[in-house]
């Protein structure tokens, strides 16, 4: 029920952001934008496991399909989120032996540079469909990369502070 809830929360930001033109612009590449469907992704990692996040972004990808009917937008996307999600889920596992804070900065370091790394091989390959010349795609890579990484921390930073205020909020035997 939880991972439901958190896909139609990743359904109303993307509709709501779109269509109220309240995507945020990267200042040196405006054709990016940033916006908070991540935060439900990563949310539904952090309270449910690596299962929820991959559905909470194939719903993503739906939305953005049946939304817009651009299938490589909506494949960037699952890829930006999930990439940044899987990277942190391996950073928690391999800092298991470590303090809560120390396994959510190895995510969060991981979850940043698997995500950068898969969106720059992804716009390596879909760029040139668009028409961008291959010495174009390298030189725009900086901007890709550094629109990544804020984009990766904007999605774990918020997504692991709320998870914190929900396990304050309503705490578990377990937690």
Do not use: H
Not at 113 to 128: D, E, G, Q, T
């Amino acid at each position: 029920m939880g991972t439901a809830l958190l896909a139609a929360l990743v359904i109303v930001f993307d509709y709501a952001l779109k269509f109220s033109g309240l995507k945020i612009p990267f200042p040196w590449m405006p054709a990016l934008k940033f916006d908070f469907t991540g935060v439900p992704i990563a949310l539904s990692l952090l309270m449910y496991g690596l299962p929820s996040a991959l559905t909470t972004s194939l719903v993503a990808f739906i939305g953005i399909v049946a939304r817009s009917g651009d299938m490589i937008s909506a494949a960037m996307k699952f890829s930006a989120e999930f990439s940044t999600v899987l990277g942190l889920a391996l950073g928690m596992k391999l800092a298991g032996r470590f303090a809560p804070r120390v396994q959510k900065g190895s995510g969060l370091a991981l979850g940043i540079i698997l995500r950068v790394a898969v969106m720059s091989v992804a716009n390596i390959l879909v760029l040139p469909l668009y028409g961008y010349p291959a010495e174009v795609v390298y030189g725009m890579l900086p901007l890709v990369a550094a629109f990544n990484v804020a984009g990766g921390a904007i999605t774990i930073l918020f997504g692991a502070f709320l998870d914190e205020a929900i396990r304050r909020r309503f705490p578990t035997p377990s937690s």
